[in-house]
């Protein structure tokens, strides 16, 4: 149990555009969301906490306009990147956590690599 | 300073050895203490957790914690191929609603 999936897996885009990230909880209601940002042979930093139905709280440093984040439902969230450049380039990674659940009850989905030219 | 230090790697060892991953930290604030696998192109998966100082076992996995020195390890005795991966520790100081803070990782290579 515990299964989190996301979607795409990977994405190139060109430097302008927007590219969106679903994160889906399978088999678990994820009262909480967390989207964390890896880059190469760096840690994961988490860049954003969502609860189902309000407001994403963002870490300092994260341009909230620039990651919208939704999570509209106990199993959805989604991370826009708007007007991506380069930079942005990275592994994203997105975790749920149920009501409830521990500060290391967190179930990691598989990452998508988003490559921005 | 980073908030959480660990030695990036990378390790190689033969099947068989013993593994010793270390992380050093600063906030005195934490006390919980987990160690996450991470599979190449896969989201990290938790591998145990301890609470304050001491040790746990599972299986060929110890962890241990010595607060008064803000050090923590993760023994893997008899390792295997399969345990190739980069582990990341990852810590918090409240056992609930509290943030996670990992390390950099470090990515472990078990020879045959």
């Known amino acids: 149990g515990a299964v989190v999936s996301q979607h795409p897996s990977w994405v190139i885009c060109k430097s302008g555009t927007s590219v969106k990230i679903e994160c889906r909880s399978l088999d678990f209601q994820a009262t909480t969301m967390f989207w964390y940002r890896q880059f190469p042979k760096q840690s994961l930093m988490l860049m954003a906490t969502?609860?189902?139905?309000?407001?994403?709280?963002?870490e300092q440093g994260v341009e909230k306009d620039k990651f919208l984040i939704n999570h509209a439902s106990l199993t959805l969230s989604t991370l826009t990147v708007t007007s991506a450049h380069p930079e942005d380039s990275s592994f994203y990674i997105c975790s749920g956590r149920k009501q409830g659940g521990l500060s290391y009850e967190q179930y990691f989905g598989p990452g998508t690599r988003l490559t921005v030219t | 300073q980073k908030e959480v230090e660990q030695d990036p790697g990378p390790l190689s060892v033969p099947e068989g050895a013993i593994v010793s991953l270390n992380c050093t930290y600063s906030n005195s604030a934490f006390q919980y203490f987990m160690w996450y696998r991470q599979y190449s192109r896969k989201g990290p998966e938790l591998l145990m957790y301890t609470y304050s100082s001491g040790n746990k076992e599972d299986g060929r996995f110890t962890a241990q914690v010595d607060k008064s020195s803000k050090y923590i390890s993760l023994f893997i005795r008899d390792s295997q191929p399969s345990d190739s991966a980069t582990y990341l520790c990852a810590m918090s100081a409240l056992v609930s609603g509290s943030r996670l803070t990992f390390g950099e990782g470090t990515q472990l290579t078990v020879n045959p």
């Open positions: 969502s609860n189902e139905g309000s407001k994403a709280t963002y």
